[in-house]
């Protein structure tokens, strides 16, 4: 089975703080993505990676970076947290060869910023 | 990147045929027409995906016309566990995009 794990199901950060949300796949995917998900508002792309130190810009890059130095392992930075990145994070996988491949999604990390 | 166009919900009642229709007017040669299915509290999880006419699994079947500018997901007599969001996605078979775009879905809610 092809696993996606975040390493936070739930978080809660302080207002400027650093936060790190990390992702790991099992599949030697090529392919990692970063969304978050906001009621009314569907799972909005913020980056993704196709390659090891690769990354571009989905829809909503700002206020976030992302690193991906190993294929397994993609992580999301909030520089300093804001109260309006409040919300579900989730990464997914894909392996290469296009974007209709199937991708797998983790169980979601849902970040409270007070 | 094809947009696509879907309802934003939908309501059935138990052992009912859903069909739900995707927009994608601007479909290119190489894309492929993908829906994926979200519970709450998880993330989406892939059910069908086609190029063309009809394809079926033990899920649903996916009709796509032959101009390939909608396509329409059927789920067979739904239950409630069936209550989700449903992602219409249209993604290339090459190295033109690695994007993965999901838009707002649809709310498809069963009713007892």
């Known amino acids: 089975d092809v696993k996606v794990t975040q390493s936070s199901r739930y978080l809660v950060k302080r207002t400027g703080e650093k936060v790190f949300l990390e992702c790991v796949q099992d599949m030697d995917h090529e392919n990692m993505f970063w969304y978050r998900q906001d009621p009314g508002l569907g799972l909005r792309l913020i980056y993704f990676s196709y390659d090891v130190k690769m990354k571009e810009k989905g829809d909503i890059p700002e206020g976030y970076s992302v690193s991906r130095e190993k294929k397994e392992r993609f992580s999301l930075i909030l520089e300093s947290a804001s109260t309006n990145q409040t919300s579900m994070y989730l990464c997914a996988s894909s392996p290469g060869g296009g974007s209709h491949t199937e991708a797998f999604f983790g169980q979601g990390t849902r970040l409270t910023v007070v | 990147l094809a947009k696509t166009t879907q309802p934003i919900s939908m309501d059935s009642y138990e052992g009912q045929e859903v069909n739900i229709t995707c927009s994608h007017n601007n479909i290119a040669t190489n894309d492929y027409i993908t829906w994926y299915q979200q519970f709450p509290s998880q993330g989406p999880r892939f059910i069908i995906q086609?190029?063309?006419t009809k394809v079926t699994n033990e899920v649903a079947s996916l009709f796509i016309p032959a101009d390939r500018k909608s396509s329409t997901l059927s789920l067979p007599r739904v239950s409630l566990s069936d209550t989700a969001v449903y992602y219409c996605?249209?993604?290339?078979?090459?190295?033109?995009?690695?994007?993965?775009?999901f838009g707002k879905g649809t709310k498809l809610s069963v009713i007892p």
């Open positions: 996605l249209v993604g290339d078979d090459g190295a033109g995009s690695y994007q993965l775009t």
């Open positions: 086609g190029y063309k």
